[in-house]
């Protein structure tokens, strides 16, 4: 038994849902897990009448129903050690070996590519001054391993504390505070982006197999809001978009272009072809 919290479980998996959408999005996500893992899946979430195969342990919270909730929600993690998954994310491949991160880091996360919510804090809290902007981004929480000691504890509550006291209404930009706040107790280790991959939508290169994808892929004719695409069609895009797994571009509606179709290896063929060869590189000048 753990002093900290009475983490008895060694590793696991945790979603945090409140409300029927985010339920669904549980069981799509959770589905897609259960293939690639035997570590057990825990739910944090106030719906005592939830029912689902792929949850092997549900733990229930009255709390807010904001991103507070899930900052709360993470922190009850039965596990001493966790990968705590959004519900909007999609397994696509093994990712226990996530775990093994945690020999040597407190926890590990993805860097946010837009480096910081600006539109959230702009309009939840406009006098907020970004400290280390051009240096320090948010990291992507939607995909959080971590380990429970006394570092990971401290930093939680900060974060929980911080939510609250800034009012950005998302929790990326109070996380970052809390990290800097514990930059010198807490080690995080970036995570690579296919491990929370979000670009579908808007034009993402990627490098290596595609393991996570964290995005509501689903469109309605109604509303610009995106929705969750049922299992078997989230499934069909994972597949799609994991066939070629060198580095390439997705473009939304379109598809996956390789990178041996960019103009410049397209020209470096031509090139090839007329019986243009490689020089050394100490014979090469302008």
Known sequence: MDLLGNKDKKCGYLYVAMGKRYLQEVEISARSLKRFT??????????TDFKCRYIDLIIYSQTETDFAAKIIGIKKTPFRETIFLDSDTFICSSIDHLFDVLELFDMALSVENFMHSYGYIQHY?????????????????????????????????????????????VDMPSFREALIKNADGVKISPLPFEYNYHGTHSFGFVYNEIRVIHERLGEKRNTLTTVMLPFEKMDRIAKRINKITCKRLIIPYIGVIPYSYSPYNIRKKIKRFFGVRYTKKSETFY
Do not use: A
Not at 38 to 47: A, E, H, M, S
Not at 127 to 154: A, C, D, H, L, M
């Open 38 to 47: 035997t570590y057990p899946v825990c739910l944090v979430t106030d719906d």
């Open 125 to 169: 809290n406009p006098g907020f001054k970004i400290k280390y902007e051009k240096t320090i981004p948010e990291y992507n929480t939607g995909v959080i391993v971590y380990r429970w000691n006394r570092s990971v504890q401290k930093l939680m509550e900060d974060w929980i504390s911080l939510h609250k006291e800034l009012k950005f209404k």
